[in-house]
């Protein structure tokens, strides 16, 4: 009796042991289950934050990321700075840390996209605002391009101004058809802008002429207002539209000393001067480019599955990547045949009924007879 009974205690020991070790076996399995439905998604900005624009408008995208689908992503954003020597070792850190998708933009990052996304083949990497060359390189089956109509946002901010300036009713709008571009760079994507902002002063008066200034350089926001402050006290501006990262609230400072109109960019920038309502009132509106949108989108179809990745998509007033801010100045400051017209305008766009030409193709010949055309005689 004694031995049957060692027996069964010796079985009820094993029992007890066997399922008590094989608890933390299935709670490790569970915690990896857990880990592995965590999509690590990294920003890498190609400059700083705080740009009230451009950048600014990728962070928003991200925040938005982290409100859409909450646990089930971690984000972070670097912050590179100006010194694009920096570029290729941080894009390289990153990829080699155990980030799913890395996030980075503008042309300063198309090079070092394409040398360091073909050696990580099992990392997703969203390019935005310009795009690889995938004819010209391999490996980068790995990466989604967005590029954006910039052009169709600046016929919409060319309708606007055009029609301001003759709105003499409107408080500070003098008697000339004159309005201003303010460019960071003469280069394809500030002039994909310069070229809609032209098509879209035309469409709405023929007659208009338009002051054009470069900054060479995306920072400089003293030399912004500087050349802004001459158009509008020099040449009859009384609307300036600034496509210039940083520098061109350089613009909406100028407009706010002369008591003229600027219609901001990327984000919407009578809000982020919403602490600042003066500042704020002198902005008529602000072309956007939808950055934000854009990344929420393409997270949406890495989930989903059907991101298309290994190439180039544009996108454009359709797809929800570019707009005009419609806040409250836009409503104050715009008589309601403006705001009438500019609703008609992306209609009309929209059914391809307006088909807006692009500065990407065009010849540089082309390119300065269209602005020669609007040039102050």
Not at 27 to 41: I, N, Q
Not at 58 to 76: F, L, N, P, T
Not at 112 to 129: G, R
Request: aromatic share 8%; glycine share 8%; with cysteine.
């Amino acid at each position: 009796m004694k031995k049957v009974l060692s027996m069964l205690l010796v079985l009820a020991l094993m029992v007890t042991f066997t399922a008590c070790g094989s608890k933390p076996a299935e709670t490790a399995t569970a915690d990896a289950g857990e880990a592995a439905e965590v999509t690590k998604v990294v920003l890498l900005v190609s400059g700083s934050l705080g740009d009230k624009s451009f950048h600014d408008s990728s962070q928003a995208g991200m925040d938005m990321i982290k409100e859409k689908y909450g646990d089930k992503v971690e984000v972070k954003t670097i912050e590179m700075g100006s010194d694009k020597t920096k570029f290729i070792p941080t894009l390289e850190d990153v990829s080699e840390e155990d980030w799913d998708v890395v996030i980075t933009g503008t042309f300063h990052m198309k090079e070092p996209v394409e040398e360091v996304a073909p050696n990580y083949p099992e990392k997703t990497y969203i390019l935005f605002d310009t795009a690889v060359s995938y004819d010209e390189v391999e490996g980068l089956e790995n990466v989604y391009s967005i590029t954006y109509k910039q052009n169709e946002a600046g016929f919409l901010a060319g309708a606007v101004a055009s029609q301001l300036t003759k709105a003499t009713d409107v408080e500070n709008i003098n008697e000339e058809k004159v309005i201003g571009f303010l460019g960071a760079m003469d280069i394809p994507v500030i002039n994909d802008f310069l070229v809609g902002y032209i098509e879209g002063a035309l469409q709405m008066d023929s007659e208009t002429k338009i002051d054009i200034s470069y900054i060479d350089s995306f920072s400089d926001a003293a030399k912004g207002k500087e050349l802004a402050l001459i158009q509008y006290e020099t040449k009859g501006v009384d609307v300036g539209f600034n496509v210039a990262g940083r520098a061109g609230l350089g613009q909406i400072e100028a407009a706010f000393d002369s008591n003229a109109y600027a219609i901001g960019v990327d984000s919407d920038q009578a809000e982020l001067f919403a602490d600042k309502e003066d500042k704020a009132k002198r902005i008529a509106t602000s072309a956007l480019k939808r950055v934000d949108m854009s990344l929420v989108r393409a997270m949406d179809m890495y989930f989903e599955g059907t991101m298309p990745k290994g190439q180039s998509e544009a996108v454009g007033l359709e797809e929800g990547g570019i707009g005009l801010a419609k806040n409250k100045y836009y409503e104050e400051i715009l008589p309601v045949e403006i705001q009438d017209s500019i609703k008609e305008i992306e209609a009309k766009i929209i059914s391809g009924e307006i088909k807006v030409n692009s500065a990407f193709g065009m010849s540089s010949d082309d390119l300065a007879k269209l602005k020669e055309s609007v040039k102050l005689k």
